[in-house]
């Protein structure tokens, strides 16, 4: 397995844990385990009592219940339940992949998506959104990659970093291509639930194709990245073989204290979305406002889907410097968009209640240089 260094991850593990102001977060508001505990009145003795032991391989019959309770075509057995979504991702295309196989990954996307499909040694089509377009999806571009050995179509809705939710006959035209060809397409829907306006809601990759596979996870719109768990979920139960046959020379099971908090999470997954959901309506007006300070230097696709957007950031010299600079002067870190290989844009993740003073103090960084 050939693999290139992991920009987006050597970045925050730079800055992750020094600076004040994490201004590129990609996940919503966390909370602490005593208030996942407070959702159900046996909880706390449940997880007292939990036998750390080995779990089952494919998660346990309580995750997997309620990880396809998300769902509406979804069966237990239907999902396979991981230490993460990153070796969700790792698993499918392995298991799908490999020499004189094809596959197309819509691009910018968060890296693994592009290049552990390139790790399988599989030909990769980027299916490239561009900032002059409005981030619109090009289906004519689509068609033209496709290939007669073309295995899997990788989409991302809503989209890491765009936050932006695919138009509803987008996603029906490339459910419809795959179909007629026999394609799997990888849906990555760890921001399912942070649609900023119900109609932005997509059908759920599994839910509406048989050979589709729906990516989730407990980070994103739950604000839960400190239990490390994932999940896969499809309705072809090929696949899902195929992936945890993998799994058993990767991880092998899951935690079984991540399992139990993950489970009762999920059972009050509409509380848990609404609370951080609430966060990002809040925050959104206020990056309008900050934007307008700085017409000249910040234009943006307003996002419309999740707790992150990609603003250009219009600077005569290097988004990257400058990112660099405002994290060692003023202990705010923001996510150059070279990670994405679009240098001309940053990562702004506003799904933190601190983002009103982290804005402050990129303003008076901003102010200090006068780069506005």
Not at 113 to 129: D, I, K, Q, Y
Not at 158 to 178: C, I, K, R, W, Y
Not at 252 to 275: D, G, K, M, Q, V
Not at 289 to 297: G, I, S, T
Request: aromatic residues 8%.
């Amino acid at each position: 397995m050939n693999l290139t260094p992991f920009r987006i991850e050597h970045y925050f593990t730079r800055y992750e844990f020094s600076c004040e102001y994490l201004l590129s977060s990609s996940d919503a508001e966390s909370r602490p385990i005593r208030d996942l505990l407070a959702l159900e009145p046996d909880a706390h003795e449940r997880l007292l009592d939990l036998w750390c032991g080995y779990t089952e391989s494919p998660g346990g019959p309580e995750l997997r219940e309620a990880i396809a309770g998300l769902y509406e075509r979804v069966a237990p057995d239907d999902v396979l339940a991981v230490s993460c979504a990153e070796e969700g991702i790792l698993l499918l295309y392995h298991a799908l992949l490999g020499p004189g196989d094809h596959a197309i990954v819509e691009t910018p996307c968060y890296e693994s998506g592009l290049e552990l499909a390139r790790s399988t040694g599989a030909e990769v089509s980027p299916w490239r959104r561009c900032w002059e377009d409005g981030w619109a999806h090009d289906l004519d571009a689509l068609e033209r990659l496709l290939r007669p050995n073309t295995r899997v179509l990788y989409v991302n809705t809503p989209s890491n970093p765009l936050g932006l939710a695919m138009p509803q006959e987008v996603f029906d035209h490339v459910m419809g291509l795959a179909r007629e060809r026999g394609i799997v397409v990888f849906c990555d829907e760890v921001y399912r639930g942070l649609e900023h306006s119900p109609s932005a809601r997509r059908p759920a990759g599994c839910d509406a194709a048989e050979h589709a596979v729906s990516l989730g996870s407990m980070s994103k719109t739950y604000g839960l990245p400190g239990l490390r768990l994932g999940w896969l979920a499809t309705r072809d139960r090929g696949i899902l073989e195929k992936c945890l046959a993998l799994r058993l020379y990767t991880t092998i099971c899951n935690s079984a204290p991540s399992e139990l908090l993950s489970a009762l999470a999920l059972r009050h997954h509409t509380a848990l979305a609404e609370r951080n959901l609430g966060i990002v309506r809040h925050n959104l007006p206020l990056l309008d406002a900050f934007f307008a300070r700085y017409p000249n230097l910040f234009t943006w696709v307003r996002p419309n889907a999740g707790p992150i957007a990609f603003p250009r950031f219009a600077l005569d010299g290097s988004v990257d410097e400058l990112c660099a600079d405002l994290a060692r002067e003023a202990s705010v870190m923001l996510l150059p968009g070279s990670v994405f290989d679009e240098p001309a844009h940053v990562r702004v993740g506003f799904g933190r209640r601190n983002l009103p003073a982290a804005l402050e103090r990129l303003g008076e960084f901003l102010d200090r240089r006068a780069v506005g």
